[in-house]
Structure formats: C-alpha cells, structure tokens
C-alpha cells in the first residue's frame, strides 16, 4: 500500500509520501509537533519521514528473515511530546515444516531510533499489543493475550504491570482520568485504575476502535455491520 495524506476534508488532492504497509488499524501517525510521521513499511520496520514526505529515515532496521526468524514491527505511537515511540515487535520461529512458535512484545526507542528497550517478555503463544502512551507520558496503556485479552498498564521503563479489566483497543482520554476499550464488541470506559466499568453501546453489530475528541467530551468508533 501507499501512504498519502489528504490535505483537505472535501479535496481529492492527496499527496503520495512512500511506500508502506497500512494493513493494520492506526499503523502511521503523526509526531504532536505536526513534523514528522511514523509508520511501518518494507520488512514492518518502523519508520519516520517529514511531514512533506522528505528525509525518510528507518528507526529500527530488523532483519526480517534471519536463520527461521521473522520479525515484524507494527502499530507505532509518539509520546506525548515526540520524543520516545512505542510498538509491538512479534517474532516467529519455524519449528518444523507444520509448527511455528510466536510471540509479540512492547518496545520503547527514542524518537530517533536510538536506545531500544524491550519493556515485556512474553513466552511462545503470548502477546502484548496495542501500546499508547497516557498524557502525561509516564505510562504505557497496552494489551496482553494469552487465551484471552486483558489490558494492563505499566510505566516507560517497563515497571509496575498492573492489570485492570478483560478488554481490547485502549485508549486514556486527553486528561488521563478516563479509558476507553472494547470488550466482547462493545464499547466500554472505566477509571484509569480500571473501576468504574460503564457500557457505552449495546448493538448485535461488531463496535471497534473508539477513540476520544482532542477535548474528551466525545468518543468515536467504528460499527461493523454482521451479515
């Protein structure tokens, strides 16, 4: 796929800015400063460019193939103030021409690529995904599965896991106090320490992805329709 930028809401101008996989939900971002966007592309390596699409830059350069390794890096997302990115990493390894093991785990770089830290250790079969930063940027909002989805969040440093509720796609509101997420297809918030469970919608139709207004004062998702 192609990343482009639209310009404007009822223009069909977009400007064409490279190549890059966009096959996963919310895989390219721009930095809060409005200079710069991240995404994965070529091998799901992470990337950034300049807004104008110049200075493309790979931040992380993983092998993809190495000795029945592949690694794939998606889903990455600015702090607060550009700074440090987070991203999923998975890893898998062929056992056999019938078996494979996998599992994904949460990275933390500085934004320009340096200082990789792996901030959880996942065994074969788990995973933890859907990274994002709290506004304050002291701590990491993620999901980790085994069996089933249960979010949880930790600091930047990888510290202090605590586990709040079953659930998928988290997301803080702009003043930190409020999370927003899915569960069983539906939309839910809670308490940023995980009480105060309230749903929000109660539709036979899949309700995914919500996200809070830049001012908290709304949430918006995507329904997708069955049948």
């Not at 966007?37 to 992470?46: D, G, Q």
């Not at 890893?91 to 056999?96: K, M």
């Not at 139709?205 to 069955?226: A, E, K, N, T, Y």
Request: with cysteine; aromatic share 12%.
């Amino acid at each position: 796929a192609e990343l482009k930028i639209k310009f404007k809401e009822d223009s069909k101008n977009a400007k064409n800015l490279g190549y890059g996989i966009i096959g996963y939900t919310g895989s390219h971002q721009y930095s809060p400063d409005g200079s710069k966007i991240i995404y994965n592309s070529a091998c799901e390596n992470i990337w950034m460019i300049d807004a104008d699409g110049s200075n493309q830059m790979n931040l992380t350069e993983s092998i993809c193939h190495e000795n029945n390794y592949i690694y794939t890096e998606w889903i990455p997302r600015f702090s607060p103030d550009g700074s440090k990115i987070v991203f999923s990493l998975g890893e898998e390894y062929t056992l056999s021409d019938t078996s494979y093991s996998h599992h994904t785990d949460i990275y933390l770089i500085e934004a320009d690529g340096s200082n990789e830290r792996k901030l959880t250790k996942t065994a074969s079969g788990e995973e933890c995904n859907s990274a994002n930063f709290s506004p304050d940027g002291l701590k990491i909002i993620y999901v980790y599965w085994h069996d089933d989805n249960d979010i949880y969040t930790m600091n930047i440093f990888g510290g202090n896991k605590r586990k709040l509720i079953r659930g998928e796609n988290p997301q803080f509101s702009p003043d930190g106090l409020k999370i927003v997420y899915t569960c069983d297809y539906e939309i839910y918030t809670m308490n940023e320490d995980g009480s105060d469970q309230t749903n929000l919608t109660n539709h036979p139709d899949w309700d995914l992805d919500p996200q809070f207004s830049p001012d908290g004062s709304r949430i918006f998702f995507v329904r997708r329709v069955q049948g």
